[in-house]
């Protein structure tokens, strides 16, 4: 007998989100061990909030969220808060009721930057790391040196020269008329007004110029994990020191360790540059 396409929205449920989830979901492992994490940094977190006044976003709550944007790759904080709102997944992994209101997007991002500027997110990605020797989840030997370029959050009309005055908008506009035709520039002669540190980097020689950052990542190759992180400033020797100041700091035994680098393509290096890169990386001895 066919079924009526009829919604009938119930007064109560008597099926939690813990039902809901399938044991084998990978989410709950996960969970465990950031429920492990998080409460070892509650002494740091008391720290950083006041004794009295309104009660804030639980910062475990906050961290559960952001983990979650990583994983998913959310686009911003306002679809974080409207997936987290009706996507019974995520408020059983960020530990939300079902009768829970939704946070505002702006008291979420102000209490994310309490948490960053308190170093907590390096805190946790340190204290969860932790435990991937016991689980043996972490090896010791062979590692892979990775990077990208990070966009600056600064416009190209920023970039001007640092021996001139900033030039004043001109016909009642907020911003200035700059025309960069003709004109070379170099980040020893010019920087962004707006972000002093972003400095003009292109990937490649087909490639256009902008003002960005570098981000350098550490993956221990057996199991896929990032074992550490840096963000530097866009020079042309960026990628080989950050390599190998985080091969410097591989934890392990006496026994030999490996990394492996990239040929340059992504970074705009030399291969000469990136093979000796590579080499010097592969050379280390673990301490």
């Known amino acids: 007998m066919r079924g009526d396409d009829q919604q009938q929205s119930g007064v109560f449920s008597y099926i939690s989100a813990?039902?809901?989830?399938?044991?084998?979901?990978?989410?709950?492992?996960?969970?465990?061990?950031?429920?492990?994490?998080?409460?070892?940094?509650?002494?740091?977190?008391a720290k950083l909030y006041a004794k009295r006044g309104r009660p804030s976003i639980a910062p475990e709550k906050l961290l559960r969220a952001l983990l979650l944007q990583v994983l998913y790759t959310i686009r911003s904080e306002r679809q974080l808060m409207e997936q987290l709102d009706y996507n019974l997944l995520y408020r059983w992994f960020v530990g939300l009721n079902m009768d829970d209101p939704m946070w505002d997007v702006t008291v979420f991002t102000k209490n994310r930057e309490r948490l960053l500027?308190?170093?907590?997110?390096?805190?946790?990605?340190?204290?969860?790391?932790?435990?991937?020797?016991?689980?043996?989840?972490?090896?010791?030997?062979?590692?892979?040196?990775?990077?990208?370029?990070?966009?600056?959050?600064?416009?190209?009309?920023?970039?001007?020269?640092?021996?001139?005055?900033?030039?004043?908008?001109?016909?009642?506009?907020?911003?200035?008329?700059?025309?960069?035709?003709?004109?070379?520039r170099r980040n020893d002669t010019h920087r962004s007004t707006t972000d002093p540190e972003a400095m003009l980097y292109r990937k490649s020689?087909?490639?256009?110029?902008?003002?960005?950052?570098?981000?350098?990542?550490?993956?221990?190759?057996?199991?896929?994990?990032?074992?550490?992180?840096?963000?530097t400033r866009a020079t042309g020797t960026a990628e080989r020191e950050a390599a190998l100041d985080?091969?410097?700091?591989?934890?392990?035994?006496?026994?030999?360790?490996?990394?492996?680098?990239?040929?340059?393509?992504?970074?705009?290096?030399?291969?000469?540059?990136?093979?000796?890169?590579?080499?010097?990386?592969a050379t280390r001895i673990a301490p």
């Open 18 to 45: 813990e039902q809901r989830v399938p044991q084998s979901h990978p989410l709950r492992g996960l969970r465990k061990m950031v429920d492990e994490a998080l409460k070892e940094l509650s002494p740091r977190f």
């Open 117 to 184: 500027k308190g170093n907590i997110a390096q805190a946790f990605f340190q204290t969860v790391l932790e435990q991937t020797p016991a689980q043996s989840l972490l090896s010791d030997e062979h590692f892979t040196v990775d990077g990208t370029l990070i966009e600056a959050w600064a416009g190209q009309k920023s970039f001007q020269r640092k021996d001139e005055p900033p030039k004043p908008p001109q016909d009642g506009g907020s911003n200035p008329t700059v025309n960069f035709h003709g004109e070379q």
């Open 205 to 231: 020689s087909g490639s256009e110029s902008k003002l960005s950052y570098l981000g350098h990542v550490l993956m221990e190759n057996r199991n896929g994990l990032v074992v550490d992180t840096r963000l």
């Open 246 to 281: 985080m091969a410097a700091r591989i934890p392990g035994s006496t026994r030999r360790v490996t990394a492996d680098a990239e040929s340059g393509a992504s970074y705009g290096l030399r291969p000469t540059a990136a093979f000796r890169a590579s080499m010097m990386c």
